[in-house]
């Protein structure tokens, strides 16, 4: 194998690479927003309990029905460690308790 060959060898690793980089981070782009708008959903169902008669709130489980998990997606199960490395997970939030236990 010549040096050229080696070379271009590099390059087509290097750029693969760059391809999964991008990807991971496009996924966690798309995991740290539907996050921020189920935050969003949680609090707009609180104003809207609190505004609300008591006795019958419009949601009485906040966060019941909205946390969405993406461990079923085979390019998350492939990326799964990157993922977790980029994303700065609330410890309190829900999602933060699934992961742990992937």
């Excluded at 991008?22 to 707009?44: G, H, K, R």
């Excluded at 169902?45 to 009485?60: C, G, I, K, W, Y």
């Excluded at 998990?69 to 700065?88: C, G, H, P």
């Amino acid at each position: 194998m010549c040096y050229e060959d080696e070379t271009e060898d590099y390059y087509k690793m290097l750029d693969k690479q760059s391809e999964e980089d991008a990807l991971v981070s496009f996924i966690v782009a798309l995991i740290e927003y539907s996050t921020e708008l189920e935050e969003q959903v949680v609090d707009l169902r609180r104003t809207v309990n609190q505004l609300s008669d008591e006795e019958r709130l419009a949601f009485p489980d906040l966060e019941g029905d909205i946390y969405q998990v993406f461990d079923d997606y085979s390019a998350y199960r492939k990326y799964q460690s990157l993922i977790e490395e980029r994303i700065e997970w609330n410890k309190n939030h829900p999602v933060s308790e699934i992961m742990k236990g992937l």
